[in-house]
Nanobody
């Protein structure tokens, strides 16, 4: 089964920054929309951001717009989520995911077939 690998989580104070990375097999990665989702304790997994396979289009949840930036480097089979001005409410396990059936970024979890193992992000107040 295809597996993505996400990394870069950690503990940071409110107002700080972290950068998450996501890598995957080139055969899937370069033709896929890449999305980031997060799940806080006792909450459902929610959409954070997504980027088209070519990198020209992106989509963000309202809660992170202006603070988070998604990007990708296809020759390296890697996508990134730069998180700035972090807040305690951003604390969650962050997952990257790939959708190889669409060209435009989508918010729906059901569109994504391949997932990373998750990376914990903790923001202290």
């Amino acid at each position: 089964q295809v597996q993505l690998v996400d990394s870069g989580g950690g503990l940071v104070q409110a107002g700080g920054a972290l950068k998450l990375s996501c890598t995957g097999p080139g055969g899937i990665f370069t033709r896929s929309v890449i999305g980031w989702f997060r799940q806080a304790p006792e909450k459902e997994r929610e959409f954070v951001a997504a980027i088209s396979w070519g990198g020209g289009g992106s989509l963000y949840a309202d809660s992170v717009k202006g603070r988070f930036t998604i990007s990708r480097d296809n020759p390296k089979n890697t996508a990134y989520l730069q998180m700035n001005s972090l807040k305690p409410e951003d604390t969650a396990v962050y997952y990257c995911a790939a959708d190889d059936r669409d060209s435009a970024p989508l918010m729906s979890i059901s569109e994504y077939d391949y997932w990373g193992q998750g990376s914990q992000v903790t923001v202290s107040s």
